[in-house]
Structure formats: C-alpha cells, structure tokens
C-alpha cells in the first residue's frame, strides 16, 4: 500500500513538472513570437520611404 501511494506521489510531480516545463517553452515560443514581429515591424520601418507630406510652393510671376 505505500508503494502504491508513493508510485502515486511520483507520477503527480512528474505530471506536475511536465506541465511546468510546457508553460516555460510556451512563454519562449511567446517571446520568440513578439521578438520577430518587433524584429519584423523594425524591418519594415526601415526599407519604407517615409511618407512625408509635400509641400510645394507656386510662385506666379507679377
């Protein structure tokens, strides 16, 4: 009977630890996400021509 509640305790904190280790690689996997749409963003901002807006002056002879 204890080595049932023992097998028991063990395969809950593997259980326990797996879940644990699956919520770190999902947060990295979140980041890695962010980091290349920031990366991504960045590169985007930096081939764009600005888009300023022109002003042009007309100047009529009198």
């Known amino acids: 009977m204890k080595h049932l509640f023992r097998s028991l305790i ?3 904190m593997r259980v326990l630890r797996e879940v644990e ?3 770190q690689i999902k947060a990295q996997a979140k980041m ?3 980091q290349a749409a920031e ?3 960045e590169k985007q901002e ?3 021509t600005n888009h300023l ?3 042009a002056v007309i100047v009529f002879p009198k």
């Open 10 to 12: 063990n395969s809950q």
């Open 21 to 23: 280790e699956m919520k």
């Open 32 to 34: 890695t996400r962010n």
């Open 39 to 41: 990366g991504e963003q």
């Open 46 to 48: 930096l081939t764009s």
């Open 53 to 55: 807006p022109i002003l």
